[in-house]
């Protein structure tokens, strides 16, 4: 996501952590959610395998990169905990609006079910 670009993506690895001592990304037995897209929901591109995303506003966006911003001696991997923070933080919001716009995780969410870790990886330019 650039700050600069209106059609900045917010692209999901979601990881199946849940199990104990896994720390992602660095466990060799990770699993990682794929799906094949709906022909009914996305008829441009029916059957393809994809992983959860969306496009984000631009100021969205550069909420969510003012938060992640390299500090010296900062760690990599920043996270952010949906049962800690507020829905209106940047990240936890557009995270928690992805899972359930596209996996259908609203109720769950909603309900405090489902629960989730997620912390910013890299900021990629370029053409998709």
């Known amino acids: 996501m650039r700050e600069d670009d209106s059609s900045a993506v917010l692209i999901l690895t979601v990881a199946d952590c849940a199990r104990e001592n896994m720390v992602f990304p660095f466990h060799r037995e990770l ?15 029916p059957n393809v395998v994809s992983v959860p995303s969306q496009r984000l506003p631009k100021r969205l966006a550069g909420e969510i990169l003012a938060l992640v911003k390299d500090e010296p001696g900062a760690s990599r991997y920043k996270f952010f905990e949906s049962a800690r923070e507020n829905g209106n933080h940047p990240i936890i ?7 359930a716009r596209k996996l259908g995780l609203a109720d769950a969410l909603e309900s405090g079910d489902f629960i989730y870790s997620c912390a910013f990886q890299s900021e990629t330019i370029g053409v998709s």
Request: include cysteine; proline fraction near 5%; charge should be positive.
């Open 93 to 99: 919001y557009s995270v928690s609006n992805l899972l």
């Open 31 to 45: 699993r990682i959610l794929c799906g094949a897209r709906s022909g009914k929901a996305n008829p441009a591109y």
